[in-house]
Every structure is written in C-alpha cells, then in structure tokens.
C-alpha cells in the first residue's frame, strides 16, 4: 500500500541518506521583536509628535475661545445653573475681544501720530492706547451686554416651561424635586398640547410686540425663506430643537433680553458716548426692519442709501454753516477740521447769513495769518492777490459796507487765487489726509473677518485694501470739494459784473437758508464715488447725526425748549434699548435682513444664542 507509505521512506523500505537529498533553502532569518524599553530616539520622535499634536489641539482650542467658526449650532441648555455659566463665559469672552479689538485700533492709529510727537511723550501716548478709558469701557459695555443678553435669552424658555409644568400638575410639584423632570416631562407632549400651553402662557406684551415685529419675522405658514448656511444656521438650529424638545426661542425673547441687556450694559459707556451709541443702535434696528418688510413686499428703493445720505448732509452741513450748536462739539470739530478752510471764514459767512453783517477782527485775523496754520510751523499761507482784495474787504466793513451775504473767494481760500483749481486741491488734501483712517478700516477687518482670503491670496487682497483705501478717501475729498465749489458758485452770482437780474438772484440765493441746504445736500452725491457695498453703512453712520441736529432744531425753534434737560441720560438708556430690542429680535428671527458688517459682528460677540 503504497499510498500508505511512510513519506520519509522510498519504495524498497530503506531510509534515504541525508546527505544525499538535496537541501530546502532556509527561509531568511526574521529579525526578533525587541522586548525591551524602546531607544532614546524612538521615544524622542514619540515625545516630538505628542508635543505638535497638543500644541495643534491647544491652537484650535484657543483659536475657538477668541473667533467663532461659521455655522456654530446653537447650545441647548437645560438648567439655570448652566445658563448662568454660559452667560459668564460668553462676557468674559466678549469683554476680551472686544478690548483687544478697541486696543487693536487706537496702537493703529496712534502709530500715525508717533513721529510727530516728542519722545518723551510717545511712551504715555501708547500705553494711553492700551490701557486707556477707551478700551476699558468698551470692554466693559460689550461684555456685560453679552453675558445679561445670554442668560436672559436661554433661561426665558427654561422659565416658561417650568411655570407651564407647574401649572399643568396643580402647583404640586416640589421647589427641590428634579430640574430635568418638567424638561423630560414636556418631551412626552404632543407638539399640538405644547402649542396650545405656550398660547395661554404667553402675555399680551409678547403678542403686541410680534404683531409689531411681524414684518421683520417669516410668517408661520409660508415655507422658510432659503437662505445661505452661514446666514441663517442659528434660525434652522432652532427650528429644529423646537421639533425635538419644544426648545425654541421666540420673537419676544429675543426683544426683552436685548432691550434689558443694552439698557444696562450702556451706563458702562463713558456719558459723551452714550448718545452716538443709542442713535447707532437704534438707527441699525430701524434699518434691520426695513430690509425685513422690502424682502417680504419686494418693494427696493432704487439708490436708497444714497437719497438717505443726501439729505442727512443737507442737514448736517447746514447745521455746521448757520447753526452750530446742533451738533455735537466734536463733530463740528471735525467737519470744521476737514474743510481745510480758515474759521474765521466760516464764521463770517455764518454772521453774513443770519444778520448780514460780521465783525470786522475776523477779517484782521486772517490780514495778520493768525488763522488755520497753512503750514505745519508758521504764519498761514496768503497769496498777494488774496492779501490785497482782503484789505479793501477789511476797509469796507469798518465804514459799515459788508457786501454779499457770502463770504468772499479771498477769505475762504487766500492761499489759492483761482477757485476751480483750489477744490481740485481740496479733494487731493482730504483725501491724503485720510489715508491712516481709511487704511485702519480697511486693514484691520480684513485681518478679523477675512483672515484665509488674506493668508489665501495676499497680492490681490493687499491690492483690494489699498485700492479700497484710496477710493473711500477720494469720496471724502470729493465730498468737501463740493462744498468748497458752493461757496465760489455763490460768491461769483453776487459779482458786480454781472447783468442785474443774475445779480438779484445771486442776492436772493445768498440770504435763503433753504438754498444753503440744497448746497449742503449737493455734498451727498459724493458716495456715488464710493462702493456700493458701503453705501448703506455710510448713511447709517450720519443717519443719527442728522436726526438729532433736526430734533433739536424742531425742539427749539417748534417746542421752545433751548437746553437739554436733567436727566436726558434716561432718554439715551431707553433709545439703546429699544434699538437693540429690535436688532435682536431681527438677529434671532431672521437675521439675513441685519446687514452683513453687523451680522458678523453680532455674531463674534453673541454667538447663534
């Protein structure tokens, strides 16, 4: 039975000799797996490679705690407790963003000054930047905005369903019992029983403000408006907890947690700021209601910002020309430092409008250069022709003659003879002059909000920041030029040489308030110069300026009322919360109709709740 044969014997039954078969090749010997503790190189590539994974972890870590990724979900909060200790992290987070951000700015700003200041005081100038009032109160307003605004938000829901679980059970439910028990209660509950508790449990207050909000929130019953992620995250978030656990928040949350939150948090504002922050706040939940209604009618108001922006400067320079004291002081400061022009000739023309005569010592300041230095050390600047015509001025009005109601080209410009080549001048001084400014606006959010476009493509955003610089500047030297040419188009109507009848209207014009702000006004068409996507945030900006300059004027001369009253603080605390209740309710509803600078902003401080 051969197949039964043992293999290592042949056919005959003999054993094989070894050394006669031929060898298998060994197989290659396998090295043996060290058992030992690892080498001093292994374990310091393994340490290397830890070290760059935690420091990697503790960038994102801390990169999260600083700026906010797009499209975050909101969080869902249960408890007070948790609410409490959401609302602290989220100030303290705001208060340091928004002082590094203030800081950020002013060392940028202050950097421009540096060469012109002694050195001596270059030191104090920097750390008044740093660690000055400024930044400490912002800081401070924007953090405790942040914190009350989250707490009151998150727990407003928690609130009301305890109260309905109360309510629901008879009052029977002890204070110590569960706090997740009503929430896990709730769960169990129809969608339709929940609606209806909510219904009775919400006030009349909440109905009257969402009947007024109505426009700024999607109807109910129409489909949800499709908007990008990024834009509407925080909206399909909550929707979507709705759904799930009835966690929603509605339109009067939003609005009494804003209104209580900013009503507080802008008594930490130093006093002088108070009222450009409440105009600022609520003339942005003006703006957020608009583009809510003109979305949902499909009403556009073709050039809208730039209407806007024409009367507020027929308002506002009005104001700076014949009334003053409308304005804030520090407005007119920079109107007035802006124009490039000699005050006194601005008082003259102010004095020469309302009563049709000035006092001749304006006159003798310019004759003497004693008036706006034309140079950076020295007398101001007088051509001879200038000095000249001057004089003759000077002459006449001491003998009672003061001429036009007008200033004369002279006064207003005496370091330029001809008028047309002096405002072509104007736009390239302002302009120049508002390069550091501009490029700090430009600059700076580029490196906040657009930090991978900038890392992505530097050439061409380095180009957009400058081209962008140069545009916004030009649309300021245009806007003063414009004025400027008012004042020469006026002046040259009033010339002798002129046929009587242009003479007459040239008089006629010179005296009217309502043609000086028409002048004013023409200064608006200059944001055609600049873009479109910052049109909007230009007329919001002067928007407040103008409303308060009118309300005074209406308060004065319609009222009788001459001075602001005590206590007008309450009026500035009760406009930022009614401005920040709007904005709000419009950010937590429907926030694409927020424009976008104060979108992303809200969104950095606030987060989607």
């Known amino acids: 039975m051969d197949d039964l044969q043992s293999p290592s014997t042949t056919s005959s039954g003999s054993i094989p000799n070894d050394n006669n078969m031929p060898k298998k090749p060994e197989p290659p010997a396998r090295a043996t797996p060290r058992t030992g503790p690892p080498s001093l190189v292994y374990a310091s590539y393994n340490n290397l490679v830890a070290l760059a994974n935690a420091q990697e972890g503790l960038m994102e870590s801390g990169k999260k705690l600083v700026w906010r990724d797009p499209g975050e979900p909101p969080v869902i909060l249960e408890t007070l407790e948790e609410c409490l200790v959401y609302a602290v992290r989220g100030g303290f987070r705001a208060a340091g963003l928004a002082y590094g951000i203030r800081s950020g700015i002013n060392v940028f700003l202050t950097l421009f000054t540096l060469l012109k200041t002694p050195k001596k005081f270059r030191f104090a100038l920097i750390r008044h930047a740093l660690f000055g009032e400024e930044p400490r109160r912002f800081s401070a307003m924007l953090g405790i905005f942040t914190a009350l605004y989250k707490f009151i938000l998150n727990s407003l829901p928690i609130l009301i369903r305890r109260w309905t679980h109360l309510r629901r059970t008879g009052f029977n439910t002890p204070p110590d019992s569960s706090r997740r028990g009503d929430l896990e209660a709730n769960e169990e509950d129809s969608p339709l029983e929940m609606k209806s508790r909510k219904s009775r449990i919400t006030s009349q207050l909440g109905k009257l403000a969402s009947s007024l909000l109505d426009s700024a ?343 009788g009322i001459k001075s602001r009253r005590k206590g007008a603080w309450k009026a500035d605390v009760a406009l930022s919360s009614l401005g920040m209740g709007m904005v709000m309710t419009i950010y937590q509803t429907n926030p694409a109709a927020l424009s976008g600078l104060v979108r992303r902003i809200l969104y950095q401080f606030v987060g989607p709740n």
């Not at 009403?299 to 910002?305: A, D, H, N, Q, R």
């Not at 601005?346 to 008036?371: A, C, H, Y």
Request: some cysteine; charged content about 15%; aromatic content about 10%.
């Open 217 to 559: 929130i999607p109807s109910p019953s129409a489909p949800p408006p499709q908007e990008p992620p990024h834009l509407s995250s925080s909206t399909q978030a909550s929707l979507k907890l709705a759904r799930e656990k009835g966690y929603k928040f509605e339109a009067w949350h939003a609005a009494l947690a804003g209104s209580v939150a900013a009503g507080i948090a802008i008594l930490f504002e130093r006093p002088k700021s108070r009222t450009a922050v409440g105009q600022q706040m609520f003339v942005r939940g003006l703006q957020g209601l608009y583009n809510a209604w003109s979305r949902k009618t499909g009403i556009v108001m073709p050039y809208g910002s730039v209407v806007v922006f024409w009367l507020c400067c027929g308002q506002i320079l009005y104001s700076f020309l014949l009334n003053p004291h409308t304005l804030s002081p520090t407005y007119d400061a920079w109107i007035q430092s802006m124009s490039n022009a000699p005050l006194e000739a601005v008082l003259m023309n102010r004095s020469l409008v309302n009563t049709g005569k000035f006092d001749p010592e304006l006159l003798q300041t310019i004759v003497d250069r004693r008036s706006k230095p034309w140079k950076a050390h020295g007398p101001s600047i007088i051509t001879p022709e200038s000095m000249a015509a001057i004089t003759e001025q000077l002459k006449l009005a001491r003998q009672g003659i003061f001429g036009p109601q007008v200033v004369s080209c002279e006064a207003i410009h005496p370091h330029r003879n001809a008028c047309f080549p002096n405002v072509f001048m104007k736009v390239v001084e302002c302009s120049r002059m508002l390069l550091p400014a501009y490029g700090a606006l430009y600059l700076i959010p580029a490196i906040l909000f657009k930090r991978k476009a900038l890392l992505k493509q530097p050439l061409r955003s380095a180009l957009r920041i400058i081209f962008g610089t140069v545009r916004s500047s030009t649309f300021i030297g245009v806007f003063v030029g414009i004025l400027q040419a008012g004042f020469c188009i006026l002046r040259h109507l009033n010339s002798p040489n002129l046929p009587p009848k242009l003479q007459q209207l040239g008089k006629r014009l010179a005296g009217s308030q309502l043609c000086w702000w028409f002048f004013s006004s023409l200064s608006g068409l200059s944001l055609l110069v600049e873009d479109k996507q910052r049109r909007e945030e230009l007329a919001m900006y002067v928007l407040p300026k103008a409303g308060e300059s009118a309300w005074i004027t209406f308060r004065e001369e319609i009222l």
